[in-house]
């Protein structure tokens, strides 16, 4: 299991950027798949950004393509969210997550929030309009 610390979030106008850090800890983080879900309130935890554990493929929900963009950094053990364009509906807490299974090449659909085993604490982003 890894310990994830996410950071980078805060408040910003319609069409603005930002990029969220997730921080990860222990010499594992590179086997893992990761993302990044939100969750507004009184709406259940969405999925938001995933990219496989080399990096050779990335999800998005129609909801955020073309706008958000993740990456991950294996030698600083960080994981990014890069939001641009941002709307109102994209306020949220974000939440960053390591995969429960190793080396996983590919997901089956949309991932999940199940697929998902460490889970950081959350930073709120608010879009205003």
């Known amino acids: 299991q890894v310990q994830l610390v996410e950071s980078g979030g805060g408040l910003v106008q319609a069409g603005g950027s930002l990029r969220l850090s997730c921080a990860a800890s222990g010499r594992t983080f590179r086997t893992y798949a990761m993302g990044w879900f939100r969750q507004a309130p009184g709406k259940e935890r969405e999925f938001v950004a995933a990219?496989?554990?080399?990096?050779?493929?990335?999800y998005y929900p129609d909801s955020v393509k073309g706008r958000f963009t993740i990456s991950r950094d294996n030698a600083k053990n960080t994981v990014y969210l890069q939001m641009n364009s941002l709307k109102p509906e994209d306020t949220a807490v974000y939440y960053c997550?390591?995969?429960?299974?190793?080396?996983?090449?590919?997901?089956?659909?949309?991932?999940?929030?199940?697929?998902?085993?460490?889970w950081g604490q959350g930073t709120q982003v608010t879009v205003s309009s």
């Open positions: 990219l496989t554990w080399n990096g050779a493929i990335t």
């Open positions: 997550a390591a995969d429960k299974t190793v080396f996983r090449n590919y997901f089956h659909g949309s991932p999940l929030t199940g697929d998902f085993g460490s």
